[in-house]
């Protein structure tokens, strides 16, 4: 008998007159953990010369227990603020000589490629985009990238398309690449919570935001470095760790951060614990599904079709071209208090909706029934 576990919006502190239809953009905060994170910074404010004394040990704590829910070899997992920050560490890392390649693809997070196109004008590089159909499937985008790896010194992949919901053949990208002696950086943002072990691949470095389905505090990310390049690597801002030669304590310490966001991010762990995440994530993705495909038909569209469709995240197509999204996202926002977000893709504008736990039926019925409404 299959268990059907119910919504839980309890959970959460988020205005129960608002429906949130886009915790893939800046996750939710569950009660718990926003607890212990005030009690941290409570703390933080008491005696700051303590706390700072404290953090040491406690971020070595919660590094060891976020590295662990990843299954990350802990010796080369460290902390950083985002996944940006882990990618553009990344590309501070690898050589990447002049007259050289950068291989991305067209799926690729828009900061990434930003950070991508500036290491490209620093060395004198060349980034070469490939274009993956929407609907490709695995042997079409290994074939697809193939012959751009000729003369690439680094290749830089999206795990989940942020802009599709589509997960990518990483670990068969990443024996191609390494066959080539090209190595692999994968933007893993949406991935934690979502894919199992996603950092077991093989990439060179593999970045993650645990803000997103994991519902951590924001500002905590993970970044998994392999072996061969763990001496090499560095945090982006210099400062007490530089010459710590273990990588994981190289990144921890980093002058006046905010270390209770890191702290706290365990609990977070423990409420998808409490929730039977493996048990629920199947069901939300269910549910989801049958949300976009009742959006669409209100909107006599279509759900977008990828090969490989990550849970928990699915693209509802709009009738038209949106040119700027933030006024129609703030429209949609004010006239219907729905909070959704859009995402562009091979000349199509898409709705993405992204849910977790706190989410039911009736988000996505309201959807179907305003919109059009809002559209007309």
Known sequence: MVTVLSPRPDLWTLDPDVVHLNHGSWGAVPRRTQEVLSALRAEAEANPMVWFRSVPARLTAARLELAAFLEADPEGFALVPNASAGITAAFATVPIPSGSRIVTTNHVYGASRFAAERVARARGAELLVVELPMQADDDTVVALIEPALVGASVLLLDHISAATGTILPIAR?????????????????????????????????????????????????????AERWRQASYPLITSWSEYDERLPERFDMQGTQDYATWIAAPESLRVLADLEWSVRRPQVTAMLEEGARLVAKALGTSVGEVANPAPTLRLVELPMVVADAEPFKEH?????????????????????LSAHAYNQPSDYEKLSEGLPRVLA
């Open 332 to 352: 949609v926002s004010n006239e219907l208090q729905i909070e959704i977000t859009l995402t562009g893709f091979e000349g199509r504008s898409y709705i993405r």
């Open 173 to 225: 990208l990443v024996e191609l690449a390494h066959d080539r002696d090209v190595p692999v950086i994968v933007d893993g943002a949406h991935a934690p919570a979502l894919i199992d072990a996603p950092t077991g691949d093989g990439a060179d470095f593999w970045t993650g935001n645990f803000h997103k389905w994991p519902a951590a505090p924001r500002a905590t990310a993970g970044l998994v470095v």
